[in-house]
């Protein structure tokens, strides 16, 4: 297979959807060789954040000379995105080269009566073999959904685990409660193994009941990190950090939002448990922090009309991007072009945005799980907003320019990372 019939190959994997557990992930493993056991791996999980948590930490690792593996998901543009090494993505050759590698265990597994892996099981897989040939020093690797059955989890003894935050999200393979998803969430905590966390309440307090049960250390950021932030722009956000009796002045992130600085506080919670065993200098903190990017996040492309894309797609993370969105654009009111999953709980979501824009487009992310769009449409409708209806994303950007135009705001693009991943790339490099 070439590397577009191995993207092929991926995406017919997805008819077996999601089917949570860990037996085909060990198995499939087992078949390749446990990569999983060589690797030094920081385990990264929670509701909103992880992705920005994960790329800070890879690139303060990066930075202060390790060989740094990072696996995310979803990707938006490119399936190369997913797999990084020192802030390189994985050639397409590499990829190919992976899946045909794989695809024999996949067939010999089936033949012998196991379950066929999943597209994310295989994805792991791939990560984890890649990482493993190549001999990093560290894999920073993002769950993907969940925690305790996540294929993520196959990893037995990671040098540090986080858990960002705990929200309502996939509620349908998690749990309808805070406390049950945080549970679900607090599976990838291993015995003796540092947690960093900046959960609070009822999940917090899970998380802590689950480290103390298996005996591992704490480090509840919001209690012993702290930030005094300095400056805001569109540029970034520079801040000074109090840990451990020491002070960091002038810490400068890029990514933007008041949501981030946790983000930064826990990727610095992670860093510094890791500075008890491995070298870090603080220069490789300032300089991996200021280095690190995280594209769809709260994203600005200025131009005329600015851009500004979000892949916020539950409600906890419409509420950060608002609490950003008041802090960097205050009294503005945008043109809003959205597209949610049908799994995700849409009205949540325009709840915590409907009374935002001048009017709003609404288009359908190119994924089955997009559903009726119509339904999203009529939500936005039922507030009272002006609502028009473009299934095409690349057609629904279009449009969305054109009223930004008109009324001389900002477009505001949100919703799924499938759509995001789809929009992003139409917008021109000029706009930069």
């Known amino acids: 297979m070439n590397y577009n019939e191995a993207l092929e190959f991926l995406a017919n994997l997805t008819k077996f959807g999601i089917n949570l557990g860990l037996e085909r992930i060990y198995e499939l493993l087992k078949r390749l060789g446990n990569p999983q056991e060589k690797l030094k791996v920081i385990h990264i999980g929670g509701t909103n954040g992880k992705g920005s948590v994960s790329s800070l930490t890879a690139s303060v690792l990066t930075e202060a000379g390790y060989k740094t593996g990072l696996f995310t998901s979803p990707h938006l543009s490119r399936y190369t995105e997913r797999y990084k090494i020192n802030g390189q993505e994985i050639s397409p050759e590499r990829v190919a080269r992976l899946v045909n590698e794989i695809k024999p265990q996949l067939l010999a597994m089936v033949e012998e009566g196991y379950e066929h892996p999943t597209e994310f099981e295989v994805s792991t897989a791939m990560a984890l073999k890649y990482f493993a040939e190549e001999k990093v020093d560290f894999v920073v690797l993002e769950v993907g959904l969940g925690g ?221 799980r997009a559903g009726d769009i119509g339904i999203l449409a009529q939500i936005l409708e039922n507030k009272g907003v002006k609502t028009h209806l473009v299934e095409n994303p690349a057609k629904a950007l279009a449009f969305g320019l054109e009223l930004s135009q008109k009324y001389n705001t900002l477009l505001l693009v949100t919703g799924s990372l499938y759509m995001i991943g789809e929009i992003r790339p139409l917008l021109a490099e000029g706009r930069r």
């Open 148 to 368: 305790v059955i996540d294929s993520t989890n196959v990893v037995r003894c990671p040098e540090v685990v986080a858990i960002t935050n705990v929200g309502l999200d996939h509620m349908d393979y998690l749990g309808n409660t805070i406390t049950e998803i945080a549970r679900v969430k607090a599976g990838i905590i291993k015995p003796g193994v540092p947690v960093v966390t900046a959960a609070r309440g009822e999940a917090l307090e899970v998380i802590k009941g689950v480290a103390r049960a298996k005996n591992c250390r704490v480090v509840d950021v919001r209690e012993e990190i702290f930030l005094n932030l300095k400056e805001r722009s569109l540029a970034g956000q520079v801040f000074n950090l109090v840990s451990r009796g020491k002070t960091y002045q002038d810490l400068k992130i890029r990514l933007l939002g008041e949501h981030q600085l946790d983000n930064a506080k826990t990727s610095f919670g992670i860093i510094e448990v890791l500075r008890e065993k491995y070298d870090i200098p603080d220069s490789a903190i300032y300089q991996g922090f200021s280095k690190a990017t995280w594209p769809g996040r709260f994203e600005y492309f200025p131009g005329t009309p600015p851009v500004l894309i979000d892949g916020a797609h539950n409600p906890d993370g419409v509420r950060a991007l608002r609490r950003a969105f008041a802090d960097y654009f205050p009294g503005v009111r945008p043109v809003l072009l959205l597209g949610v999953l049908a799994d995700k709980e849409r009205e949540k979501v325009v709840d915590e945005l409907f009374d935002l824009p001048v009017e709003a487009v609404v288009t359908r992310p190119p994924t089955p």
